[in-house]
C-alpha cells in the first residue's frame, strides 16, 4: 500500500496516511490512485465541501464510467479524516440512495462493465472526468456524529472500529463467505448511519434496499476493491436538502400588512443561537496535518532585536510626535518611564531577580566579616550589630547589604590610626 | 535603562510598521541628551523637588555615618570625627529639609499626605467626584 503511495507525485497533501483499521490490504491498494486526485481537488477544511466534492464525483459517476465511482469511494473511504469523512460518504450513500428512489432513476451502470473499464485510465484523469461532468449542490451537512447504537456483531470484533464506514467495510468484506440474507452487522451499520440523517428511517430503508440489491450480485462478478459501493454511488444523483432558511429575507426587511402599515420581521434570539450552535470554529475539525508541528522560527524573534533595531526605534521615536492621545495612554506611558506602578499592584515590582537569590546569602554574612576586621574590639562588635540588622532586614538586596558592609570596611580602614590612639 | 525601556516600547510598534518620519517634531538623535523643561507651580517647589533628589542621593551614607555616631561601642573619637564629616554633607542632602507641599498648588500647609493635596484642591477634586472613592460624608 504504501509503496503505491509514493509511487504518485501527486499526492502532496500530507493527510494522507491511511490508518483504517479494518480494511484489508487488497481494498487499500485501489485507494492510491485516487488519493492525489482527492488531496488535490480540494482542501478538505469543511465536511461540507467535501461532501460537496463526493457528490460532484458521484453526479458525474452515473454519467461516465462506473471506474470512477470504485475510485471515488475508495478515495473516501479512504480519507484520512477518518471518521468524519468516512461517516460523510455514508451519509452520501445513504442520501444519495434515499435521493435516486426519489428521482425514480434505476442503476444503471453494473459492476461487471465497470471491470472492464479497469485501469484504462489513471485516476487522475478519471476523476478529472468526475468532477467535470459534476453537478454541484453545495448542501450544509452537520457533522455526523458517532454510532449511538451499541455495534451489534456475532463475530468478535478484533480491533476497535472507528466509524460506522469501517463497520460497513468489515461486514462487506466478511460478507463474501456469508450469501444468505443481509447481514446483522450491515444492517447494525446501515441503521447507525442512517440515524444521523434527518430522514431516518426511510435512508435506513433505502440503503438496506442498496444492501440487497448489492447482496444480489453473485460474488464473482463483484470486484474485491470495492466498486460496490462505488457502483451505488455511481447512480446517485444530488438533491438539495430542504432548506430551513429559505424565508429569510434580506437584512430585516419591512414586509407590508393588508392596511398598508409595515412590520419589521421581529428578530427573536433562535437565530442567532442557532447560528451559534451550527458554526464552525477552526479548532472543532480534525487536523489536516499539513505542516509540521513547532515550524521553525524567524532568527530575528529567537534573538530578539539588535542594538542597531533598538537605535532605530529610539530614533523614529524622537523624530514622531508621541504624545498620549487619551488618558489611557497617558497612563501607558507613565508605567514605562516608572512613574506609575504596574497594576495589579506587584509588592516586587523591581526585584524579579531576587527572587532566584538563595536565603543563606542574605542570613549568614559572617563570612564578609572575616576578611578585613579585626576579630576582636569594639570595631568587631559594632560590625557584628550591623550584620544582625542587615540580616532581619527584608527589603534589601544582598547586592545593597554588601555594599553597606564593604563601605565599613572602607571607612574603619581609613580611619585605622585614630582607632589605634583611641585604644591606646 | 529606564529611559531606553521608555522609548523602546512605542519605537518598535513603529519600527515594524514603517511610518514615515514627520519632519515637524525632528529632535536631536540619540546620544544627545535633552533638557527637558517642564513647568513647576513656583520656586519653592522646584527647590523642594531638588531637596528630594539629593536627599535620595545621601541617604545611604547618611545612614552610615549616623550608625557610627548613634551608638555607644565605638570609642568617642571616632564618633565625633563622623560628627563633623556629616555637617560637612551639603545642606540639602538632609531628609529634614524636605517639606510636604500640594502637588498642585504647592501650597506648604493643610497638606494630607495620602493625597498630597491641600485642603482646598481636594475640596475641589471631590466635590466634582474626580476623587475614587470619596464622597460626602454625613453621619
Same mark, same amino acid.
Given at each position: 500500500?504504501?509503496?503505491?503511495?509514493?509511487?504518485?507525485?501527486?499526492?502532496?497533501n500530507?493527510?494522507?496516511?491511511t490508518?483504517?483499521?479494518s480494511?484489508?490490504?487488497?481494498?487499500?491498494?485501489?485507494?492510491?490512485?485516487?488519493?492525489?486526485?482527492?488531496?488535490r481537488a480540494?482542501?478538505?477544511g469543511?465536511s461540507?465541501?467535501?461532501f460537496?466534492?463526493?457528490k460532484?464525483?458521484?453526479t458525474?459517476?452515473?454519467e461516465?464510467n462506473?471506474?470512477?465511482p470504485?475510485?471515488?469511494?475508495?478515495?473516501?473511504?479512504v480519507?484520512?479524516?477518518g471518521?468524519k469523512?468516512?461517516?460523510?460518504?455514508?451519509?452520501?450513500?445513504?442520501?444519495?440512495?434515499?435521493?435516486?428512489s426519489?428521482l425514480?432513476?434505476e442503476?444503471?451502470v453494473k459492476p461487471?462493465?465497470?471491470?472492464?473499464l479497469?485501469?484504462?485510465?489513471?485516476?487522475?484523469?478519471?476523476?478529472?472526468e468526475?468532477?467535470g461532468?459534476?453537478k454541484?449542490d453545495?448542501?450544509?451537512i452537520r457533522?455526523?456524529?458517532?454510532?449511538?447504537?451499541p455495534?451489534?456483531?456475532?463475530?468478535p470484533?478484533p480491533?476497535?472500529m472507528?466509524?460506522?464506514?469501517?463497520?460497513?467495510?468489515?461486514?462487506?468484506?466478511?460478507?463474501s463467505q456469508?450469501?444468505?440474507?443481509?447481514n446483522p452487522?450491515?444492517?447494525?451499520?446501515?441503521?447507525?448511519a442512517?440515524?444521523?440523517l434527518p430522514?431516518?428511517r426511510?435512508?435506513?430503508?433505502?440503503?438496506l434496499?442498496?444492501l440487497?440489491k448489492?447482496?444480489?450480485?453473485?460474488?464473482?462478478?463483484?470486484r474485491?476493491?470495492?466498486q460496490?459501493?462505488g457502483?451505488i454511488i455511481?447512480?446517485?444523483?444530488?438533491g438539495?436538502?430542504?432548506?430551513?432558511?429559505?424565508?429569510?429575507?434580506?437584512g430585516?426587511?419591512?414586509r407590508?400588512?393588508?392596511?398598508?402599515?409595515g412590520?419589521?420581521?421581529?428578530?427573536?434570539i433562535?437565530?442567532?443561537?442557532d447560528?451559534?450552535?451550527?458554526?464552525k470554529?477552526?479548532?472543532t475539525s480534525?487536523?489536516?496535518?499539513?505542516?509540521?508541528?513547532?515550524?521553525e522560527?524567524d532568527?530575528?524573534?529567537?534573538?530578539?532585536?539588535?542594538?542597531?533595531d533598538?537605535?532605530?526605534?529610539n530614533?523614529?521615536?524622537?523624530a514622531t510626535?508621541q504624545?498620549?492621545?487619551?488618558g489611557?495612554e497617558e497612563m501607558?506611558?507613565w508605567?514605562?518611564?516608572?512613574?506609575?506602578?504596574?497594576?495589579?499592584i506587584?509588592?516586587e515590582?523591581g526585584?524579579?531577580?531576587?527572587?532566584?537569590?538563595?536565603?543563606?546569602?542574605?542570613?549568614f554574612?559572617d563570612?564578609?566579616?572575616?576578611?578585613?576586621?579585626?576579630?576582636q574590639?569594639?570595631?568587631?562588635?559594632?560590625?557584628?550589630l550591623?550584620?544582625t540588622g542587615?540580616?532581619k532586614?527584608?527589603?534589601?538586596t544582598?547586592?545593597?547589604k554588601q555594599e553597606?558592609?564593604a563601605w565599613?570596611?572602607?571607612?574603619?580602614?581609613?580611619?585605622?590610626?585614630?582607632?589605634?590612639?583611641?585604644e591606646? | 535603562?529606564?529611559?531606553?525601556?521608555k522609548?523602546?516600547?512605542?519605537?518598535?510598534?513603529?519600527l515594524?510598521?514603517? !511610518? @514615515?518620519?514627520s519632519?515637524?517634531?525632528?529632535?536631536?538623535?540619540?546620544?544627545v541628551?535633552e533638557q527637558?523643561r *517642564?513647568?513647576? =507651580?513656583?520656586?519653592r517647589?522646584?527647590r523642594?523637588v531638588?531637596?528630594r533628589?539629593?536627599?535620595?542621593e545621601?541617604a545611604?551614607?547618611?545612614l552610615r555615618i549616623?550608625a557610627?555616631?548613634?551608638?555607644?561601642? !565605638? @570609642?568617642?573619637e571616632l564618633q565625633?570625627?563622623a560628627?563633623?564629616?556629616?555637617a560637612?554633607?551639603?545642606?540639602? *542632602?538632609c531628609p =529634614?529639609r524636605?517639606?510636604?507641599?500640594?502637588?498642585m498648588?504647592?501650597?506648604?500647609r493643610?497638606?494630607k499626605?495620602?493625597w498630597?493635596?491641600?485642603?482646598i484642591?481636594?475640596?475641589?477634586l471631590?466635590?466634582?467626584?474626580?476623587?475614587?472613592g470619596?464622597?460626602?460624608?454625613?453621619w
Amino acid at each position: 500500500m504504501y509503496k503505491r503511495l509514493l509511487n504518485i507525485h501527486q499526492v502532496r497533501n500530507g493527510l494522507i496516511h491511511t490508518r483504517l483499521p479494518s480494511t484489508k490490504c487488497k481494498e487499500k491498494e485501489r485507494f492510491a490512485p485516487v488519493i492525489w486526485a482527492m488531496g488535490r481537488a480540494r482542501p478538505l477544511g469543511t465536511s461540507s465541501i467535501f461532501f460537496s466534492e463526493n457528490k460532484e464525483s458521484s453526479t458525474s459517476l452515473s454519467e461516465d464510467n462506473a471506474k470512477r465511482p470504485e475510485e471515488n469511494e475508495a478515495n473516501a473511504e479512504v480519507n484520512n479524516d477518518g471518521q468524519k469523512n468516512t461517516k460523510i460518504n455514508e451519509g452520501n450513500n445513504i442520501s444519495n440512495a434515499m435521493l435516486t428512489s426519489q428521482l425514480e432513476t434505476e442503476p444503471v451502470v453494473k459492476p461487471e462493465d465497470s471491470k472492464k473499464l479497469d485501469k484504462t485510465k489513471t485516476g487522475k484523469e478519471s476523476l478529472l472526468e468526475l468532477l467535470g461532468a459534476m453537478k454541484v449542490d453545495v448542501t450544509t451537512i452537520r457533522k455526523v456524529r458517532p454510532p449511538k447504537i451499541p455495534r451489534i456483531s456475532e463475530r468478535p470484533d478484533p480491533k476497535p472500529m472507528e466509524s460506522v464506514q469501517s463497520m460497513f467495510q468489515h461486514a462487506t468484506a466478511e460478507v463474501s463467505q456469508q450469501r444468505e440474507t443481509l447481514n446483522p452487522t450491515l444492517v447494525a451499520a446501515a441503521s447507525a448511519a442512517a440515524s444521523t440523517l434527518p430522514n431516518s428511517r426511510q435512508a435506513e430503508s433505502e440503503l438496506l434496499q442498496q444492501l440487497r440489491k448489492h447482496e444480489a450480485i453473485p460474488d464473482t462478478q463483484r470486484r474485491a476493491d470495492g466498486q460496490n459501493i462505488g457502483d451505488i454511488i455511481a447512480d446517485m444523483k444530488v438533491g438539495k436538502k430542504q432548506n430551513a432558511r429559505s424565508n429569510a429575507r434580506p437584512g430585516s426587511q419591512i414586509r407590508f400588512d393588508d392596511d398598508g402599515q409595515g412590520y419589521t420581521r421581529d428578530r427573536g434570539i433562535t437565530g442567532e443561537l442557532d447560528a451559534v450552535r451550527t458554526r464552525k470554529s477552526p479548532f472543532t475539525s480534525k487536523r489536516l496535518n499539513i505542516f509540521n508541528a513547532g515550524a521553525e522560527q524567524d532568527s530575528l524573534s529567537v534573538l530578539g532585536p539588535t542594538l542597531w533595531d533598538i537605535n532605530l526605534a529610539n530614533q523614529i521615536v524622537q523624530a514622531t510626535n508621541q504624545t498620549p492621545r487619551n488618558g489611557f495612554e497617558e497612563m501607558i506611558q507613565w508605567t514605562k518611564e516608572g512613574k506609575l506602578w504596574q497594576y495589579p499592584i506587584n509588592n516586587e515590582a523591581g526585584l524579579e531577580d531576587e527572587a532566584s537569590v538563595p536565603f543563606h546569602e542574605h542570613v549568614f554574612l559572617d563570612k564578609h566579616l572575616d576578611g578585613s576586621f579585626p576579630r576582636q574590639g569594639p570595631v568587631r562588635h559594632f560590625m557584628e550589630l550591623v550584620i544582625t540588622g542587615l540580616a532581619k532586614n527584608h527589603h534589601l538586596t544582598v547586592q545593597q547589604k554588601q555594599e553597606h558592609i564593604a563601605w565599613f570596611r572602607d571607612y574603619f580602614q581609613q580611619k585605622d590610626n585614630v582607632l589605634k590612639e583611641a585604644e591606646a | 535603562m529606564a529611559a531606553a525601556w521608555k522609548f523602546l516600547g512605542t519605537g518598535m510598534g513603529f519600527l515594524q510598521s514603517s !511610518l @514615515p518620519v514627520s519632519r515637524q517634531a525632528y529632535r536631536s538623535s540619540l546620544g544627545v541628551v535633552e533638557q527637558v523643561r *517642564s513647568y513647576y =507651580v513656583n520656586w519653592r517647589m522646584l527647590r523642594d523637588v531638588k531637596r528630594r533628589q539629593m536627599a535620595f542621593e545621601y541617604a545611604d551614607t547618611r545612614l552610615r555615618i549616623n550608625a557610627i555616631r548613634k551608638n555607644t561601642i !565605638l @570609642p568617642k573619637e571616632l564618633q565625633e570625627i563622623a560628627d563633623k564629616e556629616i555637617a560637612a554633607l551639603p545642606r540639602d *542632602s538632609c531628609p =529634614v529639609r524636605i517639606r510636604n507641599r500640594c502637588v498642585m498648588t504647592s501650597r506648604p500647609r493643610g497638606v494630607k499626605r495620602r493625597w498630597r493635596l491641600s485642603r482646598i484642591v481636594f475640596r475641589h477634586l471631590a466635590d466634582h467626584s474626580q476623587m475614587s472613592g470619596i464622597q460626602r460624608s454625613m453621619w
